[in-house]
């Protein structure tokens, strides 16, 4: 039973990444599905979130209108689009589940994390 991130990598300022999150040995469609990030020194941030029943979405102030978040449920995958990405979006990037999420902060999510999949954002 994991999940495993992928897509991250070293990017252009204004370039753009997608990332993977994908589940094995459980299905996702009934978890809420968080993407977090972590940059050295800060603590770990809700960057965006999608709920399991109607698909309702969360995007952190900083992310609007540049990240999408997605769920295909057929692959029990769950994406995170980055576009126009910037310097201070640089980290790592976990996706994580849980079954009672109500907020997109990462002290709510228990049930699975991902290992994590570092971005870098520098030219």
């Known amino acids: 039973v994991q999940l495993v991130e992928s897509g991250g990598g070293l990017v252009q300022p204004g370039g753009s990444l997608r990332l993977s999150c994908a589940a094995s040995?459980?299905?996702?469609?009934?978890?809420?599905i968080g993407w977090f990030r972590q940059a050295p020194g800060k603590e770990r941030e809700g960057v965006s979130c999608?709920?399991?029943?109607?698909?309702?979405?969360y995007y952190a102030d900083s992310v609007k209108g540049r990240f999408t978040i997605s769920r295909d449920n057929a692959k029990n995958t769950v994406y995170l689009q980055l576009n126009s990405l910037k310097p201070e979006d640089t980290g790592v990037y976990y996706c994580?589940?849980?079954?009672?999420?109500?907020?997109?902060?990462?002290?709510?999510?228990?049930?699975?994390w991902g290992q994590g999949t570092q971005v870098t954002v520098s030219s």
């Open positions: 994580a589940a849980d079954y009672i999420a109500t907020t997109c902060t990462s002290h709510e999510y228990e049930d699975y």
């Open positions: 040995g459980f299905s996702l469609d009934y978890y809420h």
């Open positions: 999608i709920s399991e029943s109607d698909g309702g979405t």
